[in-house]
């Protein structure tokens, strides 16, 4: 009887940290990625929710239209990859601004203010990885305003 207690506190523990459904192993097409159309463009979702190892996770494609931004800079709990794969654009990234075009990748900190706004005459298309870490501390927020 303790033995059986024993090993079903032990397998509780090893999966207590584990999400109840996190995301599989799996290759998806665009023609299967949840595609929205905004205003300023289109985003396509790929993944969302959670994996063993991270929560909030966001994968997906941005295609911005000329003139446009998603959103102003704004800051976030989560870390987060973009690497542009079309067009031209300008990064904002803690109050400064840099150019950016295909193949160039920003990677934002926690609470880091960041953006991407379309300069070019065609789309700008970037891919965006964003997540929080299980187990992790998050750094505290050094400001709650967005620029």
């Known amino acids: 009887m303790l033995l059986g207690l024993t090993l ?3 397998v509780g523990a090893m999966f207590a940290g584990q999400p109840a459904d996190p995301i599989p192993s799996s290759i998806m097409s665009e023609e299967k990625a ?5 205003e300023w463009g289109t985003f396509y979702t790929y993944h969302q929710g959670e994996t063993y190892g991270t929560h909030d996770v966001l994968t997906g494609v941005a295609v911005i239209k000329p003139g446009w931004e998603i959103h102003p800079p704004h ?3 989560e870390e987060e990859y973009m690497i542009v794969t079309e067009g031209q654009g300008v990064w904002h990234l803690n109050g ?10 920003l990677y ?3 609470w880091d203010i960041h ?4 300069t070019g005459d065609g789309p700008l298309a970037f891919w965006v990885w964003k997540w929080n870490n299980k187990g992790v501390a998050l750094p505290e927020t050094v400001s709650d305003e967005e620029d």
Request: net charge negative.
């Open 96 to 105: 400064e601004d840099f150019e950016a075009g295909k193949g160039d990748m």
């Open 108 to 110: 934002a900190a926690p």
């Open 34 to 38: 949840l595609k929205e159309e905004f």
């Open 115 to 118: 953006g991407i706004k379309n």
């Open 8 to 10: 079903a506190f032990m």
């Open 75 to 77: 800051q976030h709990a």
